[in-house]
């Protein structure tokens, strides 16, 4: 099969990779309908963070389910399926109390790499939720949001605490930024700050249901926020960057008894311990447990109440994945989809 691989920064290539395997009898090998670069895939793109190359790429996936190991009891050959970025078992205490992306048994997806033809996927009975039937072509994107960056802002959104009437801000606009503003109006914000100076995402981010657009950063954004909240701050803060600048940014927006979720898979972030004390700000996030939240995600896709796949701007054959790099990279595109 074909599959996308990491050499080094900047050199992603696509090449022959050995067919995938039943290797324990939990496993399962999906065909991939679909498959996407992640922005989290930058970061060893860009040399921020070391290469063990070669690496295979990719931990986003929705497919057509090829074969199953004897344990497999409820996904079977022929089923559509979704998964999220951990394969979890879904039955330990820790998957059972919501956070199945630290399950004791996860595997990262990362390490099989999703960019591919096909892919094995452990735990299959808990890591993957099967459609009613296979959906039309038009749901596919919108399915393959779930696996990674719907379910990580919709966690980011309830990890903030987003409720009804309140005010969010959301620090980022990646796929993960704008989805987290899908999720703050579903979970019925009343006000919801985005924070973003590209033109094509203030648009997307007002039609998933942003009423205010802020351009401004750090302290100056910090300051906006507390302008358009009568100088207390937000309710709740999203944050999808993962930056010092951008957590310090989202701690500072919040208001004392606010919430910050933070969703951005942080790089060199380290918390003033004083400033935490005095702010009174509830801090919440990690690695999103998408697998809590996927039967619902995909209700909601499937009966077209949200459409969440509109993140991709950019459509590529799998062969050309290195443009779909180059294209995110350059923020020319928010996220490039895959169709192997
Ligand atoms: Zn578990």
Request: charged letters at 20%; proline letters at 6%; aromatic letters at 4%.
């Amino acid at each position: 099969m074909r599959g996308v691989i990491l050499h080094a920064p900047g050199d992603v290539r696509v090449e022959q990779r050995e067919n995938p395997k039943v290797e324990q009898p939990t496993d399962a090998i999906i065909r991939l309908a679909a498959t996407c670069v992640c922005g989290s895939d930058l970061w060893p793109y860009r040399g921020l963070e070391p290469v063990d190359g070669p690496a295979p790429m990719g931990h986003e996936y929705v497919g057509v389910v090829e074969e199953v190991g004897g344990d497999v009891q409820t996904i079977r050959a022929g089923q559509f399926v979704i998964g999220s970025f951990f394969a979890s078992d879904n039955t330990c205490e820790i998957c059972q109390a919501g956070y199945q992306s630290s399950c004791v048994h996860r595997v990262p997806m990362g390490s099989i790499g999703t960019q591919a033809e096909l892919a094995r996927i452990p735990l299959a009975d808990g890591t993957l939720v099967a459609t009613s039937q296979i959906p039309s072509d038009d749901l596919v994107p919108s399915l393959l949001a779930a696996s990674d960056v719907l379910g990580t802002g919709w966690f980011g959104a309830v990890a903030a605490d987003v409720q009804p009437g309140k005010t969010v801000a959301v620090i980022g606009d990646g796929a993960v930024g704008l989805l987290a503003v899908l999720a703050a109006r579903q979970l019925g914000a009343e006000r919801i700050i985005a924070m973003s100076r590209h033109e094509p995402r203030q648009k997307l981010a007002l039609e998933f249901g942003a009423t205010d657009i802020v351009t401004d950063r750090g302290d100056e954004g910090v300051a906006a926020v507390r302008e358009l909240t009568n100088g207390l701050g937000a309710h709740s803060v999203i944050e999808a960057v993962g930056t010092q600048e951008s957590m310090l940014q989202a701690i500072r927006s919040a208001r004392p008894g606010g919430h910050v979720g933070y969703v951005g898979v942080a790089h060199g972030v380290e918390l003033p311990g004083e400033e935490l004390f005095f702010s009174h700000v509830h801090l919440h996030g990690g690695p999103a447990p998408v697998r809590r939240f996927l039967p619902d995600l995909i209700g909601l896709i499937w009966n077209r109440a949200i459409d969440p796949g509109r993140v991709f701007d950019l459509t590529l054959p799998l062969d050309q994945a290195d443009e779909g790099y180059r294209a995110m990279d350059e923020r020319r595109a928010i996220k490039a989809l895959l169709r192997p």
